[in-house]
């Protein structure tokens, strides 16, 4: 399977293990792994041209990671740390390698069923379970993080 097939599906988390761990593990205060910890996101991958976006929406806040593969770009979190992170594919599986004050390792992987989004960081190890939402999928694929998805059947 290849990433393209995933373009535009919309993930809704439905399991998570050890992620306040993994926020203590890079330093997010407690107020902020307070409200993260009561939220469940959608994930939603888009593409336009070479350009990536994984969008995170929640009834609190919208988080939006733009990369092109194999191109290492600083960027700032959504916690206020300032990272390097480059993105890399492998079939339908997709790593993110961060280097700030941590090294933390992201790998997202893709399936018709659901997207399992495993962190590392120092010895924590953070899993995340997102099943697949059907009928839900996105319209042409939009990247900007400023405009508003359009939801559609396909």
């Given at each position: 399977?290849?990433?393209e097939?995933?373009l535009g599906?919309?993930?809704?988390?439905v399991?998570s293990?050890?992620?306040?761990?993994y926020m203590?593990a890079i330093g997010?205060?407690?107020?902020?792994?307070?409200?993260?910890?009561?939220?469940?996101?959608a994930?939603?991958l888009?593409r336009?041209?070479?350009w990536?976006?994984?969008t995170?929406l929640?009834g609190?806040?919208?988080t939006t990671?733009?990369?092109?593969?194999?191109d290492?770009?600083?960027?700032?979190?959504?916690d206020?740390?300032?990272?390097?992170?480059?993105f890399?594919?492998?079939g339908?599986?997709?790593?993110?390698?961060e280097?700030g004050h941590k090294?933390?390792?992201?790998v997202f992987?893709?399936t018709?069923e659901?997207?399992?989004?495993?962190?590392?960081v120092?010895d924590?190890?953070c899993?995340?379970?997102?099943?697949?939402?059907?009928?839900?999928e996105l319209e042409?694929?939009?990247?900007a993080p400023?405009?508003?998805?359009h939801?559609g059947?396909?």
């Open positions: 399977m290849s990433l097939e995933f599906r919309r993930y809704k988390l399991k293990e050890n992620f306040n761990e203590k997010t205060c407690c107020l902020m792994r307070m409200v993260a910890n009561n939220v469940r996101p994930m939603i888009t336009a041209g070479h990536f976006t994984i995170s929640t609190v806040f919208t990671t733009r990369f092109r593969l194999n290492e770009r600083y960027a700032p979190t959504h206020g740390r300032r990272v390097a992170r480059v890399t594919l492998e339908s599986t997709l790593t993110c390698v280097r090294l933390v390792t992201t992987h893709f018709a659901e997207l399992k989004m495993t962190i590392m120092d924590v190890v899993t995340r379970i997102f099943e697949a939402i059907r009928g839900m042409g694929f939009m990247s400023h405009q508003a998805p939801i059947k396909k």
